[in-house]
Nanobody, 124 residues
Framework: QVQLVESGGGLVQAGGSLRLSCAASGRTFSWSVMGWFRQAPGKEREFVAG????????AYADSVKGRFTISRDNAKNAVYLQMNSLKPEDTALYYCAADRAYSVNSDSSRWDYWGQGTQVTVSS
């Protein structure tokens, strides 16, 4: 089993920044994709960003391109999401996820492991 623990969420004003972190433990797979999804109240969970172990496969949702950056530290089994120029519509519960795959897939049903989520609230 793989355990994923997110941290770094909080309340920020529009235009501000936050950095989310996710630490993986347990039976981690060095070749897994790691990434982030989010879910706002009353909405479906949506893909935000993902990155393969090698870094050759990286993807972002159109809504966050140019504002969010995903990175990972394979030695620490960690993935990060730097979020800049935050907007009120970015408010959501952000989930870290891992997929036993070689390339990023934005379909949440394809991902294998999930964290409990960290809340991000952006005030206007």
């Amino acid at each position: 089993q793989v355990q994923l623990v997110e941290s770094g969420g909080g309340l920020v004003q529009a235009g501000g920044s936050l950095r989310l972190s996710c630490a993986a433990s347990g039976r981690t797979f060095s070749w897994s994709v790691m990434g982030w999804f989010r879910q706002a109240p009353g909405k479906e969970r949506e893909f935000v960003a993902g990155k393969s172990w090698s870094g050759t496969s990286t993807a972002y949702a159109d809504s966050v391109k140019g504002r969010f950056t995903i990175s990972r530290d394979n030695a620490k089994n960690a993935v990060y999401l730097q979020m800049n120029s935050l907007k009120p519509e970015d408010t959501a519960l952000y989930y870290c996820a891992a997929d036993r795959a070689y390339s990023v897939n934005s379909d949440s049903s394809r991902w294998d492991y999930w964290g409990q989520g960290t809340q991000v609230t952006v005030s206007s």
